[in-house]
C-alpha cells in the first residue's frame, strides 16, 4: 500500500525526524497523551507495510505496522518508521528543526504569524501558506530577531486550543527553551463563498451548477467562477485515476482552488461528486478561511440517476468494467450538514437552482463582515 502525504503530514514526518517525540521514529495511536506522532489514513483495511510518499509521488518512508483503530475518520497507523531517502528540502530549511541550530534561551510562539516589534525572537508556525510565512520571515528578520520555523503537524486527533498547545508543546522542545505563544488574532472573514454541489454521477449537479452560476452572475454584486468536476478533471487533475485517493486530491484541489477565489471576494460554484464526508469537511474548512461555505446535496435517487446513464457509466460500473464506482462499487456517504438538498421530489433545473441561490444570497445578506 502507499499514502501521499499532505503536507500537515509530511510536517509530522520532519518533525519525527528532528526529534520533537523522542529519540525513535515512528507512530502511535493517539490516547490521552496529546504528545505523539500520529498518522490517519482513509483506509479500512490496513497492510503489514505501507510506503509513505511525498507530494510528488516519490517513495520517502515505510511503515512497518504494528498496531491501528478504525473510527468514522478512517484507520490510525502505529509502527516503526524507516526512511528511504531525503525529502526535498522544505521553505525554509535552514530555519526549522531538522537544521540543528541551538535552541533559543526565549521566543514567542506566533500563532497566526502575525509579527509585532515587541515579540524578541520568533517561533514562527509553518502553515501551508508559503506567501503568508515568507511575509512573517522578511518582516522578522528585517529587525534582528532570530526566527525559527516550527512545522505545523497534522495532528488529526486534535482541534482548537489542544491543537495550539501541541504546537507550543513542540516549540519547547525543538525550537526555545522558553516559551511564550501568542493566539492567532482571527480576522474577519471576507464576503467570498464556495458552494459545492455534491451527489452521484447523473443526479444533475452539473446542469444545476451551471443555472445557478448564471442566476448568481445576474443576481449577486460577486464574481462567479464555475469549477465543473469533468472540466476539472481535464484541466487541473488529468493526471488522477478514480482510486480513493487520487478523488481525495482531485476535491482537495477543487477546494483549495475555490478557497482562494473566496478569499478575493468571488463565489465559486464546485459540482464535483465528493461522496466522502472527509472530503466535504476538509474543504468546508478550507472555504470558511475566507468566507463563507455552502454545501448542497443534490439528492437525486440512485434508480434515478442510473436510468439517465447519458455516458453509460453505470452499465460498465455493473458490469465491473469501471472499479470502485460511487453508488456501485464505492459508497455515497449521505451529506449530514447540508445546508440545502435538492433534487429528492423530482423538481425542475430551474426550480432547484431557484432554491440554491435563494439560499446562497440569503447567507450573503446576513453576513456580518
Not at 530577531?145 to 501541541?166: F, I, K, N, Q, T
Not at 485515476?241 to 482562494?260: H, P, T
Not at 440517476?305 to 459508497?331: N, Q, V
Amino acid at each position: 500500500m502507499q499514502l501521499r502525504l499532505s503536507p500537515a503530514q509530511l510536517n509530522e514526518l520532519e518533525l519525527m525526524r528532528a526529534g520533537a517525540y523522542g529519540s525513535e521514529l515512528g507512530y502511535q495511536l493517539p490516547t490521552a497523551d496529546a504528545h505523539v506522532a500520529t498518522l490517519l489514513v482513509r483506509d479500512v483495511a490496513v497492510p503489514a507495510a505501507i510506503d509513505l510518499l511525498d507530494t510528488e509521488a516519490t517513495p520517502i518512508a515505510r511503515v512497518e505496522v504494528t498496531g491501528s483503530h478504525t473510527t468514522s475518520s478512517g484507520t490510525w497507523i502505529a509502527g516503526p518508521v524507516t526512511m528511504l531517502r531525503e525529502p526535498a528540502a522544505p521553505t525554509f530549511a535552514e530555519s526549522r528543526p531538522a537544521a540543528g541550530k541551538p535552541l533559543l534561551e526565549h521566543a514567542t510562539l506566533v500563532l497566526g504569524n502575525d509579527v509585532r516589534d515587541g515579540d524578541g525572537d520568533l517561533v514562527l508556525v509553518d502553515d501551508g501558506d508559503a506567501e503568508a510565512l515568507t511575509r512573517a520571515m522578511s518582516a522578522a528578520t528585517r529587525t534582528g530577531r532570530e526566527v525559527r520555523v516550527l512545522p505545523r503537524p497534522a495532528a488529526a486527533h486534535l482541534s482548537g486550543d489542544l491543537a495550539d498547545d501541541l504546537l507550543t508543546h513542540l516549540a519547547e522542545v525543538v525550537c526555545a527553551s522558553s516559551i511564550t505563544t501568542r493566539r492567532k488574532v482571527r480576522r474577519a472573514r471576507g464576503n467570498g463563498a464556495v458552494v459545492l454541489l455534491s451527489g452521484l454521477s447523473g443526479s444533475g449537479k452539473s446542469t444545476i451548477a451551471r443555472q445557478l452560476t448564471r442566476r448568481l452572475r445576474a443576481e449577486s454584486h460577486q464574481r462567479v467562477t464555475l469549477l465543473d468536476g469533468d472540466e476539472v478533471r481535464a484541466m487541473l487533475s488529468s493526471g488522477l485515476g478514480f482510486s480513493r485517493a487520487d478523488r481525495e486530491l482531485n476535491v482537495r484541489r477543487i477546494g483549495w482552488v475555490a478557497a482562494q477565489l473566496a478569499a478575493h471576494g468571488g463565489i465559486a460554484v464546485c459540482a464535483p461528486i465528493a461522496p466522502y464526508e472527509t472530503m466535504r469537511a476538509e474543504m468546508r474548512t478550507m472555504a470558511e478561511e475566507n468566507g463563507r461555505f455552502v454545501l448542497v446535496h443534490v439528492a437525486t435517487p440512485l434508480e434515478v440517476c442510473e436510468a439517465r446513464d447519458r455516458k453509460g457509466l453505470y452499465a460498465k460500473a455493473r458490469a465491473g468494467e469501471i472499479k470502485e464506482f460511487t453508488g456501485i462499487s464505492d459508497p455515497y456517504e449521505t451529506p449530514v450538514d447540508a445546508d440545502v438538498v435538492v433534487g429528492a421530489d423530482g423538481e425542475s433545473v430551474e426550480e432547484a437552482a431557484e432554491t440554491v441561490l435563494r439560499a446562497v444570497l440569503h447567507a450573503e445578506a446576513s453576513y456580518v463582515i
